[in-house]
């Protein structure tokens, strides 16, 4: 079945630089990447989602890229802020699974 | 306000005494779904639901039972919880696939001794 592994599972940075999560899916099928942000304690809440038929999408300062060549996505966010540290989640969908999370945590 | 409304949100109960957690959306969401969160493993789909009386198995069904008989209400049934069901559980629904934003309700805690 469909496995998403997600890397780093923790990343600490400095306030203002910018912050890289990978994840690779072994289903080619897949055809939706969405990404999810949980803050402590709180509900997964959705911060952007690419589709297959595009390579990159940006909102303010956070983009997606995907590869499906490859098959793996990564999320980027520059500029990072305080208020960005909570754990993020990828999956993927043909079925929606979900990697294991990477804990963010921005230093200011 | 648009939102998934999940109940108990913390319950601490003994193995093999039957509990439900309910879930409801004021979206009119025809896809709706329960997801186990624990460390390190991200978020399991238990089960989901197309639509009205259809349900159908995630990937960690194993001790949990489902009903979909109004579109709104999703109820996730242990009939006899074990320890290994102590979890984060999240209720989610979205307008009518898996293939679009996900809606989570605010979590339900369960510790079962």
């Known amino acids: 079945g469909e496995n998403v592994e997600q890397h780093p599972s923790t990343l600490s940075v400095q306030e203002g630089d910018s912050a890289v999560i990978k994840c690779t899916y072994s289903?080619?099928?897949?055809?939706?990447f969405p990404w999810y942000k949980q803050e402590l304690g709180k509900r997964p809440q959705l911060i952007i989602d690419?589709?297959?038929?595009?390579g990159e999408k940006k909102d303010q300062r956070i983009a997606v890229t995907l590869n499906k060549t490859a098959k793996h996505f990564s999320l980027h966010i520059t500029e990072t802020q305080p208020e960005d540290s909570a754990v993020y989640f990828c999956?993927?969908?043909?079925?929606?699974?979900f990697g294991a999370g990477t804990r963010l945590a921005v230093h200011p | 306000e648009a939102q998934v409304t999940q109940n108990p949100r913390y319950l601490i109960t003994v193995t093999g005494k039957k509990l439900t957690v309910t879930c409801s959306q004021n979206m009119n969401h025809e896809y709706m779904s329960w997801y186990r969160q624990d460390p390190g493993l991200g978020l399991r789909q238990i089960y989901y639901?197309?639509?009205?009386?259809?349900?159908d198995k995630g990937d960690v069904p194993e001790g949990y039972k489902v009903s979909r008989k109004e579109k709104r209400n999703f109820p996730l049934i242990l009939e006899s919880p074990s320890p290994n069901q102590t979890s984060l559980y999240f209720c989610?629904?979205?307008?009518?696939?898996?293939?679009?934003?996900?809606?989570f309700g605010d979590g339900t805690r369960l510790s079962i001794l």
């Open positions: 639901s197309m639509n009205v009386e259809v349900t």
């Open positions: 289903d080619s099928a897949s055809n939706y």
């Open positions: 999956a993927a969908l043909d079925k929606l699974i």
């Open positions: 690419i589709r297959s038929n595009v």
């Open positions: 989610a629904s979205s307008r009518d696939s898996q293939n679009q934003p996900q809606h």
